[in-house]
């Protein structure tokens, strides 16, 4: 019999999920396949191991998803499987799946803009964004300001020009020999650390666009040149940096753009250290704060099934093919 949910398919970089969600965003089941301990050795994400990967979870993943939401695959109202940006091996092990799967049970396949996925993940459980809306969106692949009136209407504000923050933490860790990812790694360590280290703000002063790259380097070089000092205060002081730039980039846009809230979203979205800073901005601001529940902040597949919910109302039908890049305008 016919349900009201959507199984949705996450492979875009080094996680295979699956999960099944309503249209309220109520999460029935979310399966997340890590590839943590197949990366970690690397310091990064290694592609092609990626792709291997997936190939060999995601049938398991969606089975088990299935499973645990009680849901039979041509019973679903439709399928949404990330098309893009990510890795483009690991893209196409999760869109030809969806394709195989949508056919078999004739169910409608929908190609979701990863993107557009993690803006989601801010209403899952709980519908929290009100428009329009400033987003900052900071992950391991993407960090960008955007600004969002519709579905239909979001304008790029200013991206990163080098390294996204994601990458940044985690080229930090590694330089701390902290493991990958880094992020929570170093968000743990700055916690019992000092910031008394001044590392440059990038870009702080103009605009909307970000730079991490100066940043990443000047920790480095100051670790080479200062062998024995304590890592918590290079934690801390990296992550003060951080959270000054995306914080005055946040208020900076606020200011420029009528807001009814500020959506945080993407991998660094788990940072407590961000989570508060944006609270405590919004605070002062009079502006609603919508962050994702922390265990759907990091790559997922509820939010691109609530993605594609969203694509299902509006109608929109984008090609159902893997794309390498794939801006937050487009679907
Ligand atoms: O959104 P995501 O899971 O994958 C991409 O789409 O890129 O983001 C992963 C990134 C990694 O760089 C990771 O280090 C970072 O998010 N991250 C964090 C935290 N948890 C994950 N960064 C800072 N603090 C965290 N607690
Ligand atoms: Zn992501």
């Not at 990064?44 to 089975?63: D, K």
């Not at 700055?190 to 100066?214: C, Y």
């Not at 959506?263 to 919508?290: F, H, I, N, W, Y």
Request: hydrophobic share 45%; charged share 20%.
């Amino acid at each position: 019999m016919s349900q009201d949910v959507i199984l949705g398919i996450e492979s875009s970089c080094d996680d295979t999920a699956a999960a099944v969600v309503d249209r309220d965003g109520n999460v029935l089941s979310s399966i997340i396949a890590s590839q943590t301990h197949i990366h970690s050795r690397w310091g990064g994400v290694y592609p092609e191991f990626a792709s291997r990967a997936h190939a060999l979870t995601v049938v398991p993943t969606i089975e088990k998803a299935l499973e645990e939401a009680n849901v039979k695959g041509p019973d679903l109202k439709a399928i949404g499987v990330t098309r893009g940006p990510g890795l483009i091996g690991s893209l196409i092990v999760g869109v030809n799946t969806a394709a195989g799967l949508g056919l078999g049970w004739n169910v409608p396949v929908i190609g979701i803009n990863h993107l557009r996925g993690h803006l989601c993940s801010a209403d899952l459980v709980e519908r929290r964004v009100e428009l329009p809306a400033i987003v900052l969106l900071v992950s391991g692949g993407h960090t960008f300001l955007a600004r969002m009136e519709s579905l239909t209407s979001i304008q790029l504000l200013g991206s990163t020009r080098d390294d996204s923050v994601g990458e940044a933490y985690d080229k930090v860790a590694r330089l701390m020999g902290l493991g990958f990812p880094g992020g929570p790694a170093v968000d743990k360590l700055a916690k019992t650390g000092t910031p008394s280290i001044p590392f440059p703000r990038p870009m702080l002063n103009e605009g909307f666009e970000f730079s991490f790259s100066g940043l990443k380097s000047a920790v480095g070089r100051f670790l080479d040149k200062n062998p024995d000092v304590a890592h918590a205060d290079v934690a801390a002081s990296f992550v003060s940096a951080c959270m000054e730039i995306m914080i005055t980039k946040c208020k900076r846009a606020l200011e420029a753009y009528p807001a009814e809230c500020l959506v945080v979203v993407g991998g660094v979205a788990a940072s407590p250290q961000l989570r508060e800073g944006t609270m405590e901005l919004c605070d002062r601001m009079g502006v609603k704060l919508c962050l994702p529940p922390l265990k759907w902040s990091t790559d997922n597949a509820a939010m691109i099934g609530l993605a594609a919910w969203d694509y299902l109302n509006a109608g929109v039908m984008p090609p159902l093919s893997a794309t390498a890049s794939l801006p937050i305008t487009e679907f």
